[in-house]
C-alpha cells in the first residue's frame, strides 16, 4: 500500500509519528464511457475557456473569487493557514465511540508507526481497547480541515474522518408525521420480529451481489450471449392490517 499522509498522533505530550493508508477499496465496476456511435472512448480534458486550449495540469492553479477577480492560492498558503493542523492529529478530546452517530462517518485510514515497536502506539490502541473510547481531532488532508475520531481495530490505530456537525441537513422539512399512533399490541409483535432477526454484527457474511451479477452478464455479452436473470418476488401481504402483517413476517421467519 501507498501511504497519502505522513505526520504524527498527538495526545497531551505523547507524540506518536505515523503514516496514514486509505483503509477502503470500492468494490463497484470499472466501467469506461464510449461514444455509442463507433465505441471511442470518452476523455475529459482540462480546457481553458477563452483559448479553448487544453491545459497541462502543472499549469493549473486554484483561485478564489473575490470582487470579481480571482486571488490565487500557492501550497504553502493552506500550510500557513494552519500549520500546527497540517502534519498534527492533535486528539482534543476523548469519546464514547458508541455514542457517535453513524451517519457523521465518512472513510476510514489505516496508520502505521513509523518505527514497527512503537510503545506509545502500542498504549494508545490498547488503552482505547480497554476504555471504549475515541480521541477526537482535526487535522488537514489535501489542503481540507477534517474532524475525524481515532479508534483502534484490533492492533491498528484507524483514523475515520467524520462529518462536521453544519454538514447534515435538518429533518423539518420532511414530511413524516411525530404523531402517528401505536397500539401496544403492534410494538409488541414489532419487538418481537426484531428479536427473532437479531444477530451478532458480521459483514463478511454480506458482499457486493450486484456488480458480481454484472460482470456475469459481461462474460455472457462477450460471447455472444444472455444469461438467465432470476426475478424478484415482491413481498405481498393478504391485508393492509399491520398487526397481520407482523404476524405472517414472524410466521414466515419461523418457518424458514
Known sequence: MRSIWKGSIGFGLVSIPIKLYSAVQTSALDLDMLDSR????????????????EVPYEKI??????????????????????????????????????????????????TEPETKNNKAYALLVEALKKSGKAGLARFVLRNNENLCIVHPQ????????????????????????????????????????????????????????????????????????RPTIKKLKPHKTKNDDLYDQLMQSLNAKKGA
Open 154 to 225: 484490533e492492533h491498528v490505530m484507524v483514523v475515520t474522518r467524520i462529518r462536521f456537525g453544519q454538514e447534515l441537513r435538518g429533518t423539518e422539512d420532511l414530511n413524516i408525521s411525530d404523531g402517528v399512533s401505536v397500539s401496544k399490541k403492534e410494538l409488541d409483535m414489532g419487538l418481537a420480529l426484531i428479536k427473532q432477526y437479531e444477530e451478532k454484527f458480521d459483514v463478511s457474511k454480506f458482499k457486493d451481489d450486484y456488480h458480481e451479477e454484472l460482470l456475469k452478464i459481461i462474460h455472457a455479452k462477450a460471447k455472444g450471449k
Open 38 to 53: 463507433d465505441h471511442a472512448h470518452i476523455r475529459y480534458m482540462r480546457v481553458n475557456e477563452n483559448t479553448h486550449k
Open 61 to 110: 492553479v486554484k483561485g478564489y473569487k473575490l470582487n470579481d477577480d480571482y486571488v490565487i492560492l500557492e501550497d504553502r498558503d493552506f500550510e500557513d493557514a494552519a500549520p500546527e493542523k497540517s502534519k498534527v492529529i492533535e486528539i482534543e478530546s476523548f469519546v464514547n465511540i458508541a455514542e457517535v452517530n453513524p451517519m457523521y462517518y465518512e472513510t476510514s485510514y489505516y
